[in-house]
């Protein structure tokens, strides 16, 4: 749980990168907590997908290496789609 906050979301996404427990970031949904866990993301190398972030600042410059949040995905879906999608991923990559 990111908690919404911008200071428990990256200590928890570095407690995973740490323990190898992470393949790919799930979210956080919520902006305060997503913009940390993003932006430290592509130095661990790990992608980012999350439903959240539309805040204009994250879709900024995407198309740029030096992008602030360049392995982030911003999925918009309906839950259904969404789950479908997440099933797939963790059943193909086997996570």
Excluded: M
Excluded at 32 to 40: E, F, K, M, Q, T
Excluded at 44 to 66: C, E, L, Q, Y
Excluded at 76 to 94: C, K
């Amino acid at each position: 749980d990111s908690k919404c906050n911008s200071k428990d979301a990256p200590i928890q996404a570095f407690d995973f990168y740490r323990n190898a427990l992470v393949s790919v970031f799930l979210g956080p949904v919520c902006d305060y907590s997503l913009a940390p866990v993003a932006r430290y993301a592509p130095y661990w190398n790990k992608p980012v997908i999350s439903p959240g972030g539309f805040a204009h600042d994250f879709g900024v410059g995407k198309r740029t290496n030096d992008s602030e949040y360049r392995t982030l995905t911003r999925v918009g879906a309906t839950f259904n789609s969404l789950a479908r999608t997440v099933i797939g991923l963790v059943q193909h990559y086997e996570w």
